[in-house]
Antibody
């Protein structure tokens, strides 16, 4: 059973870059049907999709964040990463990593079936 | 970019009552790509329904999903105390993943 764990600084200063890591355990990261994603929830608001990365390295970003977001993967370390640049208070949120399995070979096709517990990131000076 | 619109924003009901949550997509990606999640404070979101109508493993039968095209519904047939939470629909449309804004099911 795959498990995910987010890690990274809980406090980031305005205008700086937010950097988070999602570590995968319990299975392979290199499966062609998997997209590894980041989702966030600002306080008092709903879930917002940030972006996904396929193990091949193909990336897909929320258009509203695309200019500031970079998602990358290190398959040898079984980790994937989020970088969000030029952060403001509006980027304060709980950040989740998740696995989206695409296609009929998935146990739960076309859904985020595995999530990390989330990590709170506050943007403040 | 696809937009998912959920209604109502808040549903105030008593335990034992039926909850009907609506989700409308601005474009149709097909029911295969529609999923529903339950989210409680301090917890990770939990997959309830995928493919618009199939319950994930361990999800009680009181949860059901329906719909096609651009209109989808999540029904909780008889609310249990543990069902009071926020529910999100989600769709993958042409490699753009979008969540609805959520429906909060609260105790009346």
């Amino acid at each position: 059973q795959l498990q995910l764990q987010e890690s990274g600084p809980g406090l980031v200063k305005p205008s700086e870059t937010l950097s988070l890591t999602c570590t995968v355990s319990g299975g392979s990261i290199s499966r062609s049907s998997y997209y590894w994603g980041w989702i966030r929830q600002p306080p008092g608001k709903g879930l917002e999709w940030i972006g996904n990365i396929h193990y091949s390295g193909s990336t897909y970003y929320n258009p509203s964040l695309k200019s500031r977001v970079t998602i990358s993967v290190d398959t040898s370390e079984k980790q994937f990463f989020l970088k969000l640049s030029s952060v403001t208070a509006a980027d304060t949120a709980v950040y989740y990593c998740g696995i989206y399995c695409s296609g009929d070979t998935c146990f739960f096709p076309n859904a985020y079936d595995i999530w990390g517990q989330g990590t709170m990131v506050t943007v403040s000076s | 970019e696809i937009v998912m619109t959920q209604s109502p924003a808040t549903l105030s009901l008593s335990p034992g009552e039926r909850a009907t949550l609506s989700c409308r997509a601005s474009q149709s990606a097909g029911s295969h790509f529609l999923s529903w999640y339950q989210h409680k404070p301090g917890q990770a979101p939990r997959l309830l329904i995928y493919g618009a109508s199939t319950r994930a493993t361990g999800i009680p039968a009181r949860f059901s999903g329906s719909g096609s095209g651009t209109d989808f519904t999540l029904t909780i047939s008889s609310l249990q105390p543990e069902d009071f939470a926020v529910y999100y629909c989600h769709q993958d449309y042409n490699f753009s993943w979008t969540f609805g804004q959520g429906t909060k099911v609260e105790i009346k």
